[in-house]
């Protein structure tokens, strides 16, 4: 009984600490012209290093914003950027931005076999989940779950971050945010260059 009541404990501590207070989008918006230099006035950057923002989904936005902030995330370009801001300043950017239109993106033609193969099927025999489990057939995302939208999103910055994450597997100096689990660490340690770049490519191609 004592464990189970430390669990609930530990699971609502997380809850509160991921959750925050609801987000103010006006607000958010407000504070987001530091952000618009890279990731553009609506969350659509236009250079494929930086990330889109709009649609992410709020609760993702929110733990990545936390964790960018709290050292879980280390990103030299974002700095800071976060450091004077309280979780109600990142809730607010967060709401903002996954209130934004994600702008859309084009799938290299000649990666789309491989890249739709692992991306709806995954690798089997190196244990690689179908990226549809937790991102969805459309690339839309599950956002009540913290599940980031890809379809849309730059190909080069999908694989970069990919990559980051089966660095991480193995090596704290890639990724490692994902949580225990290591969900995005496992599956992503499973695949090859080619296999990163195909399903980014198709990933972002998705309507």
Not at 170 to 177: A, I, L, P, S
Request: with cysteine; hydrophobic share 40%.
């Amino acid at each position: 009984m004592k464990k189970i009541l430390i669990l609930v404990s530990l699971l609502m501590g997380w809850s509160q600490i991921v959750i925050a207070q609801p987000g103010d989008a006006a607000a958010g918006e407000a504070n987001s012209v530091v952000c618009s230099a890279c990731h553009g006035a609506d969350g659509n950057s236009a250079v494929a290093s930086f990330p889109k923002l709009a649609g992410l989904g709020e609760k993702y936005l929110l733990k990545q914003l936390m964790d960018i902030r709290d050292g879980g995330r280390p990103i030299a370009t974002m700095v800071g950027l976060l450091d004077e801001k309280s979780d109600q300043d990142l809730a607010n950017l967060a709401a903002f931005y996954a209130g934004q239109a994600r702008s859309g993106s084009q799938a290299n033609p000649d990666l789309v076999a491989l890249g739709e193969k692992v991306y709806r099927s995954g690798v089997a025999e190196r244990k690689v989940a179908a990226c549809t489990s937790c991102h969805s057939p459309n690339g839309k995302g599950n956002a009540p779950a913290g599940f980031p939208a890809l379809a849309g999103q730059h190909a080069d910055y999908i694989a970069a971050q990919l990559k980051a994450y089966r660095k991480g597997y193995e090596d704290k100096t890639g990724r490692t945010n994902d949580g225990e689990s290591k969900i995005m660490r496992t599956n992503a340690f499973g695949l090859s260059d080619k296999e990163i770049e195909a399903v980014a490519s198709y990933a972002a191609g998705l309507k």
